[in-house]
C-alpha cells in the first residue's frame, strides 16, 4: 500500500516472502465515518454499524489474518485441538495515510454491544464445527485463551479485536496396560489347564468304573473258554436233562359189551 495511493473500503492481499508461505494477510482502509454506517464486511469478519474507533480517528487500517498451517505453531491450548484456522484482525490508525512507518498506532473498536461475527465457513475443517464439542477460542495477550459455546456452526463472536479459532477437546487414546495383557493370558492358560485336567479326570474315572464292572462280572460266574483263531469266547458246561423212560405195563384189555 505504500507503493501507491490505495481506494478506501478496497481490500488489498499483501505479498508475504517465502518462508511465510501458507499464511494469509489483507488490508483495507476505512473512513471512521463509513465504519459508523455501513461497518466492515470484509475477510471472514463482519463488523457491525455503528462501530468506533478508540481513541477517535478520521481513518483507519485493519489488517487481517489468517495463519492457515501455521496456526498451530503461533497458537496452542492445552487440551484441546484446533480445528480451523486461526483467523484474527488488528485495527490501526491511518490518519496520516503514511505506510512507510513501522510505527503505525494500534486502536480499540467500540461496537455499542454489539458483537463482531468470525465466519469459519470457507475453512477446509469448518465441517467439524458442527460438533457439539467444538468451541470458540479467542486468544488475547500475553497467552490468554478465552472459551466461548458456539450458538451457530461454523461461527463465533467477540466484542473485541484478536485471533479466534474453533477448537475441540482432545481425545486421548487410552493405553492398554501391559499388566492388563499379561493377565488376560494367564488367566486364558489357566482356563484351558484346567479344561484339560477335567477331561483327564473324567476319563480316568469312567476307566476305573469300566474295569470295576468287568471285575465283578468275571467273578459273579466262571465260564470255561476256548479259542476261536484269535478270540479267546466263553463255553458254558454241558448240562444234558436225563431221558424219562415210558411205562412198560399192559393196560388190560376192554371188555367188549355184548352189544358190540
Not at 478508540?54 to 487500517?61: I, M, N, W
Request: glycine share 8%; proline share 6%.
Amino acid at each position: 500500500m505504500s507503493r501507491q495511493r490505495p481506494h478506501t473500503d478496497e481490500l488489498y492481499d499483501a505479498s508475504l516472502p517465502e518462508n511465510l508461505a501458507g499464511i494469509k494477510v489483507s488490508v483495507v482502509g476505512l473512513r471512521s465515518r463509513t465504519l459508523w454506517t455501513k461497518g466492515a464486511n470484509f475477510s471472514d469478519f463482519i463488523i457491525p454499524p455503528k462501530t468506533l474507533p478508540v481513541p477517535y480517528v478520521k481513518r483507519l487500517l485493519i489488517v487481517y489474518h489468517n495463519l492457515g498451517n501455521w496456526s498451530s505453531l503461533y497458537y496452542t491450548l492445552s487440551g484441546y485441538t484446533l480445528l480451523s484456522p486461526v483467523v484474527g484482525f488488528l485495527v490501526y490508525d491511518a490518519s496520516s495515510y503514511n505506510f512507510r512507518t513501522k510505527n503505525l498506532s494500534k486502536i480499540e473498536l467500540n461496537t455499542n454491544g454489539k458483537p463482531v461475527s468470525i465466519d469459519f465457513q470457507n475453512s477446509s475443517l469448518a465441517d467439524r464445527g458442527s460438533d457439539l464439542r467444538a468451541k470458540c477460542a479467542a486468544f488475547g495477550a500475553y497467552g490468554k485463551v478465552f472459551l466461548s459455546d458456539m450458538s451457530l456452526p461454523n461461527m463465533c463472536y467477540s466484542r473485541n479485536q484478536g485471533h479466534f479459532s474453533i477448537v475441540i477437546p482432545f481425545m486421548k487414546k487410552q493405553k492398554i496396560s501391559p499388566f492388563w495383557i499379561v493377565g488376560f493370558l494367564g488367566g486364558f492358560l489357566g482356563l484351558i489347564l484346567v479344561g484339560f485336567a477335567g477331561i483327564v479326570g473324567v476319563r480316568s474315572l469312567m476307566g476305573k468304573r469300566n474295569q470295576e464292572m468287568v471285575k465283578e462280572a468275571d467273578e459273579g460266574e466262571c465260564l470255561e473258554t476256548y479259542w476261536i483263531d484269535n478270540s479267546k469266547m466263553p463255553r458254558a458246561e454241558v448240562t444234558r436233562t436225563q431221558p424219562v423212560l415210558e411205562s412198560t405195563t399192559t393196560l388190560p384189555n376192554p371188555k367188549l359189551s355184548w352189544y358190540a
